[in-house]
């Protein structure tokens, strides 16, 4: 999936986010609930106007599992099995949503990370997450 270079680039990136999973990850979902208003129905448990430490939780839950996925890019099916059958039998969350996320992500780290934000490790970014994304939509049925 991902080359050695990749590999080294999505690690390289996640060692910037380290520490600041949290205000990364509510600032994620904010921008996605504010540009896509639609996915909010599949955060029903956060109320209709989350507050700061509602998101905060839910954000560092959502990059804890980014994390888990940069520890294990060599098997990411394995490590993200249980989120995957979450996401597709529980939640039953739209696997069309997933990109958008992706895109909010994206836009995310290069408004936090701007120049250390190359287009080489955008890249890398976008071909990590979207394999991600794959894993997690290969238990719906």
């Given at each position: 999936m991902l080359s050695a270079q990749e590999r080294a680039q999505v690690a390289q990136v996640w060692d910037l986010i380290a520490g600041h999973e949290a205000?990364?990850?509510a600032e994620l979902l904010?921008?996605?609930f504010t540009v896509y208003p639609s996915t909010k129905s599949y955060f029903k448990h956060l109320g209709f106007c989350p507050d700061?430490?509602?998101?905060?939780?839910?954000?560092?839950r959502m990059l804890e599992a980014v994390g888990v996925a940069v520890q294990h890019m060599d098997n990411l099916r394995a490590a993200l099995s249980p989120l995957a059958d979450l996401h597709a039998q529980v939640l039953r969350v739209d696997p069309s949503n997933f990109p958008l996320l992706i895109q909010c992500f994206q836009?995310?780290?290069?408004?936090?990370l701007q120049g250390e934000f190359t287009v080489e490790m955008q890249a890398a970014w976008d071909k990590f997450l979207t394999g991600v994304a794959v894993v997690l939509t290969e238990k719906y049925r």
């Open positions: 205000s990364f990850g904010l921008r996605l700061e430490t509602q998101l905060l939780t839910h954000g560092q836009v995310v780290l290069a408004s936090h």
